[in-house]
């Protein structure tokens, strides 16, 4: 604790520090990369795996069930309809939920009465229905149009906090960096697209916008006046910023991510509980990705839109003569 508490005063007094704004070239490259990655990599596999609110299917509601295994409900279903690949869940206590592609209605009797079967329950306690692509589509429109104004809100509410455009523009960009790594990462391990992960998707903008803000505060409170004072330069300074809210980043990120993944390792594995799984599984990416990306994007990249600027490139210059005469 004693180290961790010296590592945490070192890294505020500039005693260490770990070059961030320095070699922001390579985690800009990094960062490129995934992001392509995240765009090919679902194209390439063929598109997401959505769920059935998106893509449309058969649910079955199988209640009052003694022994809540999955295997039992799969087989049953594929005894009827081999080429469909069944999701089973178990969303309450004696409470499955048999999801597939969209089955005709006689198939659907039969698997229904299979489920019955398997379960050892009467007909009465399974219930099926056929849930159309219309309703996913519209909550996929509806979250576009709440990005898209979050975005705009978001990009003018900093502008104006900050009162310089480049931390908005900043911000922003890394914000669509973690939404495009988050949903790559989906993409690539083929978890289920549900609206439950499209809520999740919208609520992550929330926390790494949280963390972003921040780490600028900082970064804005370090560079005030920057040109009156010859000791450290602008990137210096954005750099000395990010190494002294790296703890609480760390801090608060652990402490975001630790109650979801109950959620998601108990809540959702052991309980089978699948909107929670849904929303926990968005919420634990896109936390660690949004704080990854405050420190490695967000901040470097406002350094770099800024060291152009004719102030500081005159200040730059003042440093070096000051070093170079020291």
Do not use: C
């Not at 180290?3 to 260490?16: P, Q, V």
């Not at 489920?115 to 159309?132: I, K, P, R, W």
């Not at 990249?301 to 440093?319: G, P, Q, S, T």
């Amino acid at each position: 604790m004693a180290n961790l508490a010296t590592w945490g005063n070192e890294l505020y007094t500039g005693k260490r520090s770990y070059p961030f704004v320095g070699k922001r070239k390579l985690w800009f490259a990094i960062a490129g990369v995934l992001v392509l990655l995240s765009i090919l990599v679902p194209v390439v596999k063929g598109g997401f795996n959505l769920g059935i609110d998106f893509r449309g299917g058969s649910e079955f509601t199988v209640s009052s069930v003694e022994k809540t295994d999955v295997t039992v409900g799969e087989q049953a279903v594929l005894a009827i309809a081999a080429d469909h690949h069944p999701s089973v869940t178990n969303i309450a206590p004696n409470t499955m939920r048999i999801q597939t592609d969209k089955l005709t209605d006689d198939q659907s009797l039969e698997v229904a009465q299979a489920l019955a079967s398997a379960y050892g329950v009467t007909a009465s306690e399974v219930t099926s229905t056929f849930v159309g692509p219309t309703w996913g589509a519209d909550v996929s429109k509806q979250a576009l149009i709440g990005l898209i104004v979050f975005v705009v809100l978001v990009a003018l509410l900093m502008a104006a906090y900050f009162r310089t455009w480049k931390m908005s523009l900043a911000a922003i960009i890394g914000l669509l960096a973690v939404v495009i790594i988050t949903a790559g990462i989906y993409g690539l391990s083929g978890f289920e697209v549900t609206p439950s992960a499209v809520i999740g998707f919208l609520t992550i903008l929330s926390y790494s916008l949280y963390d972003t803000v921040v780490v600028f505060d900082k970064i804005r409170e370090n560079t005030a006046g920057f040109a009156d004072q010859h000791k450290r330069n602008f990137e210096e300074l954005v750099n000395l910023g990010i190494n002294q809210t790296l703890v609480r980043s760390i801090n608060t990120s652990v402490v975001a991510v630790l109650p979801v993944a109950s959620i998601l390792f108990i809540g959702s594995y052991l309980l089978g509980a699948g909107t929670l799984k849904d929303l926990s599984l968005a919420l634990f990416i896109g936390i660690i990705v949004g704080t990854l990306a405050t420190i490695f994007i967000q901040a470097p990249l406002y350094a770099w839109l800024r060291h152009k600027d004719a102030d500081v490139v005159a200040h730059n210059k003042k440093i070096e003569l000051v070093r170079q005469e020291a």
